[in-house]
């Protein structure tokens, strides 16, 4: 999807470096509890995280400290921070937020965009086609936010691509990038962009982009529950 790259890694591998701030600790937790790596209802140990990151427990404090205040985990007294309830419905509701603010940007840069920003764009979707080829992970996570990027920057709608960026927080990047089917259907709905971008159709723009939001919710969805995160709670007896 379109989120900055940071620090999104399987549980337990350490980070290259010691992040000054909370943010990389914030990023890597919101990743695992997004794709399903961490569960609501688990307990994260600041010592444990503090460990597998190779950092101090102060910014792994402060990290869940800001998740707290975005209603990722919930602080219990005298046992500690546990990952808040994440709802089908949640997940759609952030995948539609994004979509919607998204689709508006995309559909604005049609307005505004020049010969330069396609081959730009082009260039950036030839690199993709060939990361997906040779399943190189990170190289498809950074190129693809730097596509969704430039196209947000032509909209000149700083408030907006503000809030996008904050809601894109919670995309699990990492996932969709190793997902070869989510891969290849990406670089279809980037073509389309594309086009849409070159006729100037802001109206395709708009829904080529919510789609690939909407794809993403589906996803999402489809993988959490095949984890069991939402299994039908047992009858109570008797």
């Known amino acids: 999807m379109t989120r900055p790259a940071g620090a999104r890694r399987a549980r337990g591998t350490p980070l290259p470096r010691a992040p ?7 990023a890597h937790l919101r990743d695992l509890i997004m794709s399903g790596q961490i569960w609501p209802g688990e307990y994260i140990r600041l010592d444990d995280v503090a460990r597998e990151l190779g950092v101090s427990v102060t910014p792994v404090r ?23 309830p994440l709802s089908q419905q949640d997940v759609r509701d952030l995948f539609s937020l994004q979509g919607d603010i998204a689709g508006e940007l995309a559909a604005r840069a049609t307005a505004v965009i020049e ?8 260039d950036i979707q030839e690199a993709v086609r060939d990361a997906v080829r040779t399943e190189a992970v990170d190289k498809i996570e950074k190129l693809e936010f730097e ?48 086009t849409a971008l070159e006729n100037r159709d802001a109206d395709e723009a708009r829904a080529v982009t919510v789609r690939h939001f909407t794809d993403g919710a589906d996803r999402l969805i489809a993988h959490l529950a095949k984890l069991g995160m939402w299994r039908p709670a047992a009858p109570p007896p008797g």
């Open 62 to 84: 402060e990290a869940l400290v800001r998740l707290r205040s975005e209603d990722m985990v919930e602080l219990e007294p005298r046992r500690g921070y546990v990952v808040s």
């Open 147 to 194: 596509f969704h990027r430039i196209i947000n920057r032509l909209a000149q709608a700083r408030k907006l691509s503000w809030f996008l960026h904050t809601a894109n927080r919670y995309t699990p990047a990492r996932f969709y990038s190793a997902d070869q089917a989510w891969c290849s259907d990406m670089l279809g709905r980037h073509d389309a962009l594309l």
């Open 115 to 122: 010969p330069q920003h396609l081959t730009q764009l082009r």
């Open 20 to 26: 000054q701030l909370a943010d990389e600790v914030a």
